[in-house]
């Protein structure tokens, strides 16, 4: 095809146009906001929440998942306040079995009053690991989801090793759970160093969960099975996050149990490496 001078030159001032809009078109596209589970900063967090939600929001985060510290007996409205000067939003909140057992309409005015959309159950004790007990905790999860969905909350189960490793007849917890958990109800919050501790493939999990996944909680692993802050370890976040899209997921919250005092050095760390590779 020919092309005469003219369309030259419109050509390639359309293309200078586009190459120097490009930088402020990439810099126009929004990053997803980061989280943290608050339960990393937990120390910092009781004596002192506010001053702690500043020195998180100041190293970027834009979300908080509340979770240990006490925070349940805090003033929530308080809370929701320093929030919204720091804008920060917190979208789920952790609660234990018992609290949900003993009075699920205090644990709906919590999350509401924190600006949560879902609620997390985080962890369950010993004796409910027993695969029969199990069984009928998953009726209660059940349940409680259908309450929350009336009160406009979500649910969502947040995992530890033991679900993969506790078997019966060869199914393990998790099986029984993404079997007999009401999929339209009940979310999963998928812990990837805990689901790799116990010896899975995350990116298999996340296959197999598609539109599932309602958060990721990331924090690295070292070669010798420690915690670590995020890119101080082994796992590749990078080629696991690709999948986001087929995961369904929404939020990504850095936690690290067992972060180092004094903590916020862990947590921008975290942070700084999710940034670089594009999280």
Same mark, same amino acid.
């Given at each position: 095809?020919?092309?005469?001078?003219r369309?030259?030159?419109?050509?390639?001032a359309? +293309? $200078?146009?586009?190459?120097?809009?490009?930088? +402020?078109m990439?810099?126009?596209?929004? *990053?997803?906001?980061?989280?943290l589970?608050?339960?990393?900063?937990?120390? +910092?967090?009781a004596? /002192?929440?506010?001053?702690?939600? #500043?020195?998180?929001? $100041?190293?970027?985060?834009?979300?908080?998942?509340?979770?240990?510290?006490?925070?349940?007996?805090?003033? !929530?409205?308080?809370?929701?306040?320093?929030m919204?000067?720091?804008?920060? =939003?917190?979208?789920?909140?952790h609660?234990?079995?018992?609290?949900?057992?003993?009075d699920?309409?205090a644990?709906?005015?919590?999350?509401?009053?924190?600006?949560?959309?879902?609620? =997390?159950?985080?962890? &369950?004790?010993?004796?409910?690991?027993?695969p029969?007990?199990?069984k009928?905790a998953?009726?209660?999860f059940?349940?409680?989801?259908?309450?929350?969905?009336?009160?406009? &909350?979500? @649910?969502?189960?947040? %995992? !530890?090793?033991? #679900? @993969?490793?506790?078997?019966?007849?060869?199914?393990?917890?998790?099986?029984?759970?993404?079997?007999?958990a /009401?999929?339209?109800?009940?979310?999963?919050?998928? /812990?990837?160093?805990?689901?790799?501790?116990?010896? #899975?493939?995350? *990116?298999?999990?996340?296959?197999? +969960?598609?539109g599932?996944?309602?958060?990721? !909680?990331?924090?690295?692993?070292?070669?010798d099975?420690?915690?670590?802050?995020?890119? $101080?370890?082994?796992?590749?976040?990078? /080629?696991?996050?690709?999948? %986001? $899209?087929?995961?369904? =997921?929404?939020?990504?919250?850095?936690? %690290?149990?067992?972060?180092?005092?004094?903590?916020l050095?862990?947590?921008k760390?975290s942070?700084? !490496?999710?940034?670089?590779?594009?999280?």
């Amino acid at each position: 095809m020919k092309i005469d001078r003219r369309q030259w030159l419109a050509g390639g001032a359309a +293309l $200078a146009t586009t190459l120097a809009a490009a930088p +402020l078109m990439a810099r126009g596209t929004p *990053k997803r906001p980061i989280g943290l589970q608050l339960y990393t900063v937990r120390e +910092l967090f009781a004596p /002192d929440p506010i001053g702690t939600l #500043e020195k998180v929001a $100041a190293i970027g985060y834009r979300e908080v998942e509340y979770g240990g510290g006490g925070y349940d007996k805090m003033d !929530h409205a308080a809370l929701r306040k320093a929030m919204d000067r720091l804008d920060l =939003v917190s979208p789920s909140i952790h609660v234990g079995y018992d609290a949900m057992a003993a009075d699920l309409g205090a644990v709906v005015r919590m999350a509401k009053t924190l600006g949560a959309d879902t609620v =997390v159950l985080p962890w &369950l004790t010993p004796e409910m690991r027993d695969p029969q007990v199990f069984k009928r905790a998953i009726g209660d999860f059940n349940r409680w989801a259908g309450q929350f969905k009336e009160a406009g &909350l979500g @649910f969502a189960y947040h %995992n !530890h090793d033991f #679900e @993969f490793t506790v078997k019966a007849e060869g199914r393990s917890l998790f099986d029984m759970l993404v079997a007999d958990a /009401d999929p339209a109800l009940v979310g999963i919050e998928l /812990d990837l160093f805990w689901a790799i501790a116990a010896g #899975e493939d995350p *990116k298999a999990l996340i296959a197999r +969960l598609p539109g599932r996944i309602y958060a990721y !909680h990331v924090k690295d692993r070292t070669a010798d099975g420690k915690m670590a802050s995020v890119g $101080a370890g082994t796992i590749d976040f990078a /080629d696991i996050f690709t999948l %986001n $899209a087929q995961a369904g =997921v929404k939020h990504l919250y850095v936690e %690290n149990d067992q972060a180092p005092a004094p903590y916020l050095p862990d947590i921008k760390a975290s942070f700084d !490496h999710l940034r670089r590779i594009g999280a």
